[in-house]
């Protein structure tokens, strides 16, 4: 028995997945805020709390501080409920996508494993590894935001698709099932559009024209849960202003949607070849499947197709390069690789397009190993970064006092973590660099004049933003358009209103 072969037994993943996992955990623990957190948490904190959806950290933008109707809609609505249950916190709101992972993992174990026996158990290891080490499932398996929702439930709806592909019993069930799990993803995120338009292209590949009313049906059904707050002539003109005039989603841009999808689609690229984090994986990912190609087309036709329909859709409907929205399709790429591995490991691949058989092993031996080392990397990074609410605190402390309830503030989106209930309104940065788009005089002493026009107490702006707002050249002691900066250190400018409260 090869290299190869042996590093892919359970006597050598079993242990190298418990001690990921153990990583994994210890990650959890005190882990760093994204700025995603607060930016998509606090809708669901106002939701929670007032029964609107409603963005402070953004006032001033598309009228988001009356109500924001153009958000996730379904992961609000879970992250409100989870506040009402476990009160508000960062942890609270990470903990959604924690439960969706867990149930994904559970879900993807029984359809592999027991189901479909699709994977060995030492098969099942190695893609527990793939899939937990890999940087973006590390992370936002654990953040507030909705691709591991997404990925959750558009999987499952992948699942009742296959069904009804591949058997006789309750074909119009499963597909009703499917639809309303699709009808879920897009009310998640409506980048699931790209899983809805990847299973009717599927249908269609498969002629299977009369199918498609009752996924439709079921999908109708579930996403109506997207217009809970559209239900007046108002709330649709603000969804229509906050979502085609909306800084944040400048990509959209003016002019015929075709243009926008072809050029979207040609830069497709830089999704995947971004930066070395990403491309690490991509490689690995195009050279197993570029060997794996004819014998995945011929015994895992739909699974194969359906991939590479999301990664196509992908590319037309996602207006932004991030990578996380791989999300969407990595549940089949994992199953692709892994089914690649087993094949090469099996000798059940006759033609090989890189060389002979063993240099093919070696080169995916290589390219996996240096996938999950590059990783781990990343991951390790992530892991031994630590956060405590106290930190804030004792910001409020320093900086505004007793004070602070009465205070209108400037602060970094994840001030929020545990700070929101400890002032009037907390305005983020951030805010100011979106305005900026649309009004470029926002910036050195212009930033400070706008600050006045939303009653701004105190000013705490971050490093990276006191670049992007103009205010790298003020000093301790200067006072510019009624505030004085107060502070200057590495990581923030701080500053108060003068004669403020």
């Known amino acids: 028995m090869n290299l190869f072969s042996r590093s892919l037994r359970a006597r050598y993943l079993k242990p190298a997945f418990f001690l990921l996992l153990a990583l994994y ?3 959890l623990f005190g882990r760093v805020p994204d700025i995603d957190d607060a930016w998509v948490g606090e809708p669901a904190y106002w939701l929670a709390n007032d029964g609107v959806a409603r963005s402070e950290l953004m006032r001033g933008v598309n009228f988001q501080e009356q109500q924001l109707v153009v958000h996730h809609k379904l992961l609000t609505i879970t992250g409100a409920s989870f506040i009402k249950t476990f009160g508000f916190s960062l942890y609270s709101l990470k903990t959604v996508s924690l439960f969706y992972f867990i149930f994904f993992v559970a879900i993807f174990i029984l359809y592999t494993r027991n189901w479909k026996h699709l994977f060995s158990r030492d098969d099942v ?5 793939i899939l937990f080490v890999y940087p973006w499932i590390f992370k936002y398996s654990f953040l507030f935001r909705p691709e591991v929702m997404a990925m959750t439930l558009g999987f499952i709806a992948y699942l009742f698709l296959e069904r009804y592909l591949e058997s006789e019993k309750y074909k119009t069930v499963n597909l009703f099932l499917s639809g309303i799990f699709l009808g879920l993803t897009v009310a998640a995120h409506l980048n699931g559009l790209v ?5 009717v292209v599927l249908l269609l590949w498969n002629k299977k024209f ?5 996924i439709g049906v ?13 239900i007046s002539g108002y709330e649709l003109s603000l969804w229509k202003e906050q979502f085609f005039n909306s800084p944040a989603l400048d990509t959209l841009g003016t002019g015929p949607v075709w243009i926008k999808t072809v050029f979207n689609l040609l830069d497709e690229h830089m999704r995947y070849f971004h930066n070395y984090k990403i491309i690490v994986f991509s490689v690995f990912l195009i050279v197993t499947l570029t060997i794996g190609f004819r014998f995945l087309a011929e015994k895992h036709t739909s699974l194969l197709r359906f991939a590479l329909l999301v990664a196509l859709f992908t590319g037309i409907i996602a207006m932004h390069k991030s990578r996380q929205y791989i999300l969407l399709d990595f549940p089949y790429l994992i199953i692709l690789i892994t089914l690649t591995l087993k094949a090469i490991k099996e000798k059940r691949i006759a033609r090989y397009r890189f060389g002979n058989a063993k240099f093919t092993e070696r080169l995916i031996g290589f390219l996996c190993l240096l996938f999950v080392l590059s990783s781990l990397y990343f991951d390790i990074l992530l892991s031994v970064k630590k956060f405590s609410p106290a930190q804030n605190k004792e910001l409020t402390e320093k900086y505004a006092g007793a004070n602070s309830h009465g205070m209108n503030i400037v602060a970094p989106m994840t001030f929020i973590f545990n700070e929101i209930e400890d002032y009037n309104s ?5 805010c100011y660099v979106e305005l900026q788009k649309t009004d470029p005089a926002i910036k050195g002493e212009g930033f400070f004049k706008k600050a006045n026009d939303f009653d701004i107490s105190l000013i705490m702006v971050s490093d ?3 670049k992007l707002l103009g205010l790298t050249n003020y000093h301790k002691g200067d006072t510019i358009a009624g505030f ?4 200057n250190n590495p990581e923030m400018i701080v500053c108060k209103k003068i004669n403020g409260k």
Do not use: E, T
């Not at 290891?125 to 590894?129: C, D, E, M």
């Not at 899983?195 to 299973?199: E, G, Q, V």
């Not at 004085?484 to 502070?487: P, Q």
């Open 25 to 27: 955990i210890f990650s």
């Open 125 to 129: 290891w190695l893609a527990l590894i």
């Open 195 to 199: 899983l809805a338009a990847s299973a």
């Open 210 to 214: 009369k199918a498609l009313f009752p």
């Open 218 to 230: 079921g999908f109708i059904l579930a996403f109506s849960i997207y217009f809970y707050d559209l």
């Open 426 to 430: 907390i305005q983020s940065d951030l």
């Open 464 to 466: 990276y933003n006191r």
């Open 484 to 487: 004085r900066v107060i502070d």
